[in-house]
């Protein structure tokens, strides 16, 4: 037993091995130096252990029983234990998962320890690297065997607080009406409570100012907006709207549909203010033309057929005044002179009107703008047709005709009046 380390005694083991396992003489010579060495180590085991027990045979049974009756451990085969001269090694934290979990398995698979000594061997790691917390929550979820679940429910993604953007505070205030000072307060209060959802009102002036259109010409008497400034700033906020961001476009080529129109407003309150533009400006009557937009489209490329598109945006409620812009609003009366005069102006601006280029999704779409006359009353419509307001301003019918059907069907009709849609006249709603 006291010769085992030597290397007589190692190479009858080594032949031993060979002649139990025939296929070792086929494997590398790498393979046979790691076979050398084991037994090498395992008869170092073994003189230790025969000097432990004074070389007392009985004795050396008796101690080591539990060591006798294990294997011998032939060393695994596997390449990964192999040094490959050429391929540097990559990084534990750069291999893939797969790898990661194939380099855990051969490393449990060679240490001795269980599954308690294997933790604690992590959690030591982690507070030598620094990560106390992580080491620390880690332990916590050793303490009890429901731990582990408390901890993941308390700690649920979708409870999470969710910040409002800029915008959507801007709309939050608006909505609700709030003051400047009451807003802030709500954002204040939600902080103290350790929820900071509300941006600062800094951020909320700059979301307030983007939504202003360029070369507003704002004087005491009335305010006014360049109609093409007006839709370029339109279109350009429309793409910003989230569900038209995450569309992708087939083309280049868009249109975009508004209907616009006027009306005026009297009896508004009346202040003690002189104008220093005209002493004949009355702040008593007000005179309004807005705009809606109310579809974005997309025109097919290829095929240039007017019906042949697709709708990117709809307008939600056309009807809202939410989706009112206002192109200009005066101190006017609205009369028959000055719904044509400010029409007119409008009406000159549209045809100088010219398609906005907008930068989407890293490429240029053209958006071409049309606009649809239809936001009017019936006094608007009276007023652009010159027709008094009982007369019918398509067929021209006068009240004393508008029984006899007959004579009404073949009436000539004013074609360039339809965009008006059809009088109430005939529906024989007065009285
Ligand atoms: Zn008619």
Known sequence: MQCITSIGCRTFLYEFIQATYSNISNCSSSYKELLEKEILKFSLTTSRKWSKVNRNYKKFTKTNTEWLNTKFKMPSNKKSNFS??????????????????????????????????????????????????????????????????????????????????????????????????????????????????????????????????????????????????????????????????????????????????????????????????????????MFMFSIVPLELRSHSEVNDVENNYE???TNPSPSSTKFCRPIKYIFKKETIESTKEEVKDIETQLLKLVNTDVIFNESIVHVKHTLIFSMVDGKVCNSMTITSSQTCYICGCKPKRFNDIDSVKNMPNKTENYRFGLSTLHAWISK
């Open 84 to 285: 490959i001269p050429d391929r540097p090694v990559i990084p534990f934290a750069l291999c893939s998962k797969r790898t990661q979990r194939q380099k855990i398995k051969i490393a449990i698979s060679n240490s001795n320890m269980n599954s308690p000594e294997i933790l604690c061997a992590a959690k030591n790691k982690m507070v030598l690297s620094g990560q106390r917390t992580a080491a620390h929550l880690f332990e916590e979820t050793q303490a009890s065997p429901s731990r582990a679940k408390k901890i993941k429910t308390k700690y649920n993604y979708s409870n999470y607080p969710i910040p409002y953007t800029a915008d959507e505070a801007l709309a939050f205030i608006i909505d609700n009406k709030l003051t400047k000072q009451q807003y802030i307060n709500i954002r204040l209060g939600s902080k103290k409570r350790n929820c900071n959802i509300y941006p600062a009102y800094e951020n909320i002036i700059i979301a307030k100012t983007n939504c202003y259109p360029n070369n507003m010409d704002i004087g005491e008497s009335s305010c006014k907006i360049p109609l093409q400034d007006l839709l370029d700033h339109t279109t350009n906020r429309i793409f910003q709207v989230p569900e038209v961001c995450k569309i992708s476009l087939n083309s280049t080529k868009l249109e975009m549909l508004y209907k616009w129109g006027c009306d005026g407003s009297s009896g508004q309150s009346q202040y003690r203010q002189n104008f220093n533009d005209d002493s004949l400006i009355t702040d008593e009557t």
């Open 311 to 313: 709708v990117i945006w």
